[in-house]
Nanobody, 115 residues
């Protein structure tokens, strides 16, 4: 059984920081591209950042320079360090594991940026 379990969401003031983590089980973690997506109310789910099996990282333009994705294949973990948070970053953040046409999703964690 595949499980992706996110943690680390919460309420933070604008300009603050949060660190999201996702622990995967039931998959050969190192073979999967790992990513973070987000979905705000009334909007489509969108890619935030990904860390490929080849060691490449990709970021959406709206988080470049503020967010950092990392992965630990020994711990089956992918993390997202989010700094300089803005109100527009408010969304449910989802962990994704992808290999070719196979995709697994976590249950999501709420991030709210508000004063």
């Amino acid at each position: 059984q595949v499980q992706l379990v996110e943690s680390g969401g919460g309420l933070v003031q604008p300009g603050g920081s949060l660190r999201l983590s996702c622990v995967a089980s039931g998959i050969s973690f190192s073979y999967y591209d790992m990513g973070w997506y987000r979905q705000a109310p009334g909007k489509e789910r969108e890619l935030v950042a990904e860390f490929t099996t080849w060691g490449r990282t990709n970021y959406a333009d709206f988080v470049k320079g503020r967010f950092t994705i990392s992965r630990d294949n020994a711990q089956n973990t992918v993390s997202l360090q989010m700094d300089s948070l803005k109100a527009q970053d408010t969304a449910v953040y989802y962990c994704n594991a992808g290999e070719n046409d196979i995709n697994y999703w976590g249950q999501g964690t709420q991030v709210t940026v508000s004063s």
